[in-house]
């Protein structure tokens, strides 16, 4: 059994839940006897690196609560691939401070991270164990069903496609709203979530599992107004050609190789400048949003089931590492959909790292511009039950 102090990190992209692993993973420390001191890292990896820590072990329950209901990530996030270097730097922390569990919250590259760091403690024979919990709202994460912090973001996304899809039905034109999502479409797809009657928006989705095609965008477009006299897009920021290349990107990349593609209106802006010459001289009403960073720390639009799995990812993952002392990964296996239920379980974290996975073919449309049923009884029970508008 091992015993010594625990450190927690947040990386990645913060969520509207992420902090209630935060709190889930902390109050479950405190019930165990292997655990002393709880050490929360700023900033990751960079703060261990700089034995940038808060002592957890004495911040307030009520504190600790407040913190768990408040979206992004209260240590403070990072997007840092560790090198030997760093890793090398990385133990000498640990070392000093008696550290014997590494939890960090995160994506794929988060758990990249806690692999790179699982498999040299392994090799330094240093008694250790790493577990990485989940957390993206890019939902894309391997082994598991879903991923704590896509729910609360599908939410955001749902909601905002309805409202704005009652603007659109007041001013009609055409309306192109880019969502994150940079090889897996789930986030996008979320806005299928929106339409209650048949005629509701968005009603074209275009998701980055299939080739882009601007002149099928085009006709696409011109169909959808020749019926209804006005038309609302979903597009993922992702969306590439037949060759693989990006629609629109910056072209900068972050240390683990990412590309950037949200985080302007560039794509926005070349999707409403096809539109417009799809018309040509007839005039169209064409106007573009990026919902960027939006999506991922919105208050008040929290879906409760992904706070309540998010707390317990966190609570499962100390649990796990107490009683086993063995690297993991925590994933979530949907047990029944109506009443939706779930459960937890630890995969490897080699099954996780990196590698990222993607929207299911009969989640798509054969269209390719379109979700399925199949889809819908997927996310619905995740997000939970939505308004629904009025109508004259």
């Not at 993973?25 to 001191?37: C, K, T, Y």
């Not at 002592?55 to 408040?70: M, Y």
């Not at 979530?193 to 980055?208: E, Q, V």
């Not at 879906?303 to 966190?314: L, M, N, Q």
Request: with cysteine.
């Amino acid at each position: 059994m091992l015993k010594g102090n625990m450190v927690i990190g947040q990386s990645g992209g913060p969520t509207a839940v992420i902090n209630q692993s935060l709190v889930g993973a902390v109050l479950a420390a405190r019930q165990s006897d292997s655990i002393h001191r709880i050490l929360g890292a700023r900033h990751g990896i960079k703060g261990i690196m700089e034995a940038d820590f808060i002592d957890l072990s004495t911040q307030s329950e009520a504190k600790l609560e407040q913190v768990a209901a408040t979206p992004a990530a209260a240590l403070g996030s990072v997007r840092l691939k560790p090198g030997r270097q760093e890793c090398e730097r990385v133990f000498d922390v640990f070392r000093q401070h008696n550290v014997r569990y590494f939890f960090y919250i995160g994506g794929n590259d988060s758990a990249e991270t806690a692999h790179i760091i699982a498999e040299m403690a392994k090799a330094a024979s240093y008694d250790f164990c790493t577990v990485h919990i989940p957390k993206t709202i890019d939902n894309d994460l391997k082994v598991t069903d879903h991923c704590p912090g896509f729910a609360s973001a599908a939410r955001f996304v749902a909601l905002a496609f309805m409202g704005d899809d009652c603007d659109n039905r007041a001013l009609q034109g055409v309306k192109i709203n880019v969502v994150m999502g940079r090889h897996a479409g789930f986030l996008t797809a979320a806005s299928a979530l929106a339409r209650h009657a048949d005629d509701d928006g968005p009603h074209l989705i275009y998701l980055p599992e299939r080739v882009f095609s601007v002149t099928r965008f085009q006709q696409d477009v011109r169909r959808v107004m020749d019926k209804l006299g006005r038309c609302v897009v979903a597009v993922s920021e992702g969306i590439a050609d037949a060759n693989g290349h990006p629609i629109a990107t910056t072209g900068e990349r972050d240390s683990h190789g990412n590309i950037q593609l949200s985080g302007t209106g560039a794509l926005g802006d070349a999707l409403s400048a096809h539109v417009k010459a799809a018309f040509g001289d007839q005039a169209v009403r064409v106007r573009a949003d990026t919902f960027g960073y939006l999506q991922r720390s919105f208050p008040t639009i929290v879906s409760e089931v992904d706070a309540r799995e998010a707390r317990e990812v966190g609570q499962f993952a100390v649990n796990h590492a107490t009683a086993t002392g063995e690297p993991a990964s925590i994933a979530i296996r949907r047990v029944s959909n109506e009443p939706y239920q779930s459960e937890y379980f630890s995969t490897p974290l080699s099954s996780v790292a990196r590698e990222a996975t993607t929207m299911a073919d009969d989640y798509i449309h054969p269209d390719g511009n379109d979700v399925t049923e199949a889809w819908l009884n997927y996310v619905r029970p995740l997000v939970g039950t939505l308004p629904t508008p009025g109508r004259l």
